[in-house]
């Protein structure tokens, strides 16, 4: 077994605060830990997924807006905070689809906007930021208790992309469930799709699965219906982006698919996320903003060495997310408990 890096937090540079991040990118080939200490240079971060992951992003963002009052050189409450206003802005136009993204900003705006002067601001800010890593930890392993009764002994569990320790600040959401379950000595197998364009599954969560030292195989996406048809998946467990009010929630593009042969072949579907991941606001799946990202990303294999596999000429579509209805949910698994249908009285109660 070995430890994974941290995979955000705010740190005291000498030169003043700094957002400090493993660069996703790169694994699992090279572990490099970057120090980001510029809004354009997190935003660019977050844009190309050297931090990702919805909770993850949340708290890089929330860290971000911390580090940018730290560094400003704004004498005045007032120019301070318009500064800041700026840099929510900024943040918050990175990427559409994981709402931890706004939830951690709307938790940072809520303190620049609570006055007081530039000197308090800039602690103040720097307090809710690593309250917000270190409650997203927490939430993550009491997800894990909740999530690992649900799984039975001798599992073998599919899970698609990685809502691992790398998404969030520690642990992780689905794959905190599958550790709590593993350390129960329940877990026999984790089946990680790769996840295609940008392979999470092969190069991130086979990377945290094999340094917990959980068996885990690594299948294309197109090979998840034949293991079930085999009868080799006792249950799916996975993350959330953004989880509307009745249950319907986004993911990583693929997860639909993945529902679908799950009710197909009659085997349990599990979410795991926290509660910040819960768009109250948003009646249904229907309302969920999807980001469209890069051609590239699917016309090229790997991340930096680019291998072109599409003609010039073909058209790409490369939605990041999808929306699965909640009708193909089993469950929701949450820190405060387990949701089960109908969702909108079961997530509802948490609701503040
Ligand atoms: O594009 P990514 O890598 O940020 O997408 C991540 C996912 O879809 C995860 O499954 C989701 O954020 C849950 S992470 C706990």
Request: hydrophobic content about 45%; proline content about 5%; glycine content about 10%.
């Amino acid at each position: 077994m070995q430890p994974i890096p941290d995979t955000v937090t705010l740190e005291r540079a000498p030169d003043g605060l700094a957002v400090r991040m493993i660069d996703q990118t790169l694994l699992p080939t090279c572990e490099q830990i970057i120090d980001v200490t510029t809004i354009p240079d997190l935003c660019e971060a977050i844009r190309m997924l050297r931090v990702r992951g919805a909770p993850a992003i949340g708290c890089a963002a929330a860290c971000g807006v911390a580090m940018a009052a730290g560094r400003s050189t704004a004498g005045d409450l007032a120019a301070l905070q318009a500064e800041l206003r700026q840099v929510i802005a900024d943040l918050a136009a990175t990427r559409p689809t994981a709402v931890n993204l706004f939830w951690a900003l709307e938790r940072m705006r809520g303190i620049v906007e609570t006055g007081g002067d530039a000197a308090a601001l800039r602690a103040d800010l720097e307090a809710e930021a690593r309250a917000i890593v270190s409650d997203d930890l927490d939430r993550c392993h009491r997800m894990g208790r909740h999530g690992a009764e649900l799984i039975p002994a001798g599992a073998r569990i599919l899970t698609h992309c990685n809502a691992g320790a790398l998404a969030t600040a520690g642990y992780g959401t689905a794959l905190g469930v599958i550790r709590a379950a593993a350390e129960q000595g329940k877990v026999v197998r984790v089946y990680a799709d790769e996840t295609r364009p940008l392979l999470q599954g092969a190069r991130l969560t086979a990377w945290e699965l094999c340094r917990a030292g959980i068996p885990c195989t690594v299948i294309c996406d197109n090979m998840s219906g034949s293991l079930m048809a085999r009868g080799e998946i006792d249950c799916v467990v996975l993350g959330a982006d953004r989880i509307a009010a009745n249950g319907d929630f986004a993911n990583k593009i693929g997860t639909y698919g993945v529902a679908v042969l799950a009710r197909h072949h009659g085997i349990p579907f599990y979410v795991a996320a926290p509660i910040s991941t819960v768009d109250y606001a948003l009646a249904s799946g229907a309302g969920i903003p999807i980001e469209q990202r890069d051609p590239t990303e699917v016309a090229e294999l790997g991340h930096f060495a680019r291998c072109p596999v599409v003609p010039a000429e073909a058209s790409i579509y490369n939605p990041a997310f999808d929306v699965t209805p909640a009708e193909l949910v089993t469950a929701i698994i949450t820190e405060k408990g387990v949701a089960r249908a109908p969702f909108g009285e079961s997530l509802g109660q948490w609701r503040k």
